[in-house]
């Protein structure tokens, strides 16, 4: 595959940014695997689940008293801000994805994917909230990128 059919959807048609771009979302890739998939996990000996929207976000507002603050930060807060470089990813890897709709539901189906791969591989669990929040993130991560979507900016 030529370097310019990798691009040919590529909001920006600057070959150097586009890789640039490329080896961040790399880089930001392989973060993700590991900090999903490896680091501090602990293998269940079941499936863990939650499939009620907004049950663990509201357990965690709550009942903020009862966890640290390391621990209610991360799971509120952490879910949000690792998962917004997706929503800046995708629109500017392929045009299609500056829809909110479409970037959206690419971002439900990968999340969805990576909740039960932890589940299915027993390192962590599934939870809707946590499909609910990480895609919040990538909504956020469209909204910062648009501004530079604009037409002439990342096209130079």
Not at 37 to 47: I, K, S, V
Not at 103 to 132: H, K, N, P, W, Y
Request: net charge positive; aromatic share 18%.
């Amino acid at each position: 595959m030529t370097v310019v059919k990798l691009f040919r959807n590529a909001y920006s048609k600057n070959i150097f940014f586009n890789g640039f771009l490329l080896i961040c979302a790399l880089v930001y890739t392989a973060i993700m695997l590991y900090l999903l998939f490896y680091r501090n996990r602990y293998f269940y000996t079941g499936y863990a689940y939650n499939l009620v929207p907004f049950d663990t976000i509201e357990r965690y507002i709550v009942h903020r008293d009862h966890f640290n603050f390391d621990t209610w930060f991360k799971n509120l807060f952490g879910n949000v801000v690792l998962f917004i470089p997706i929503g800046m990813f995708l629109p500017l890897f392929n045009k299609r994805f500056r829809s909110g709709f479409r970037m959206v539901a690419a971002c439900v189906t990968i999340i969805t994917c990576v909740e039960l791969a932890q589940m299915l591989l027993r390192v962590g669990s599934f939870d809707i909230d946590d499909i609910l929040l990480n895609t919040a993130g990538a909504w956020i991560g469209l909204m910062l990128a648009r501004p530079f979507m604009t037409e002439g900016r990342l096209n130079k």
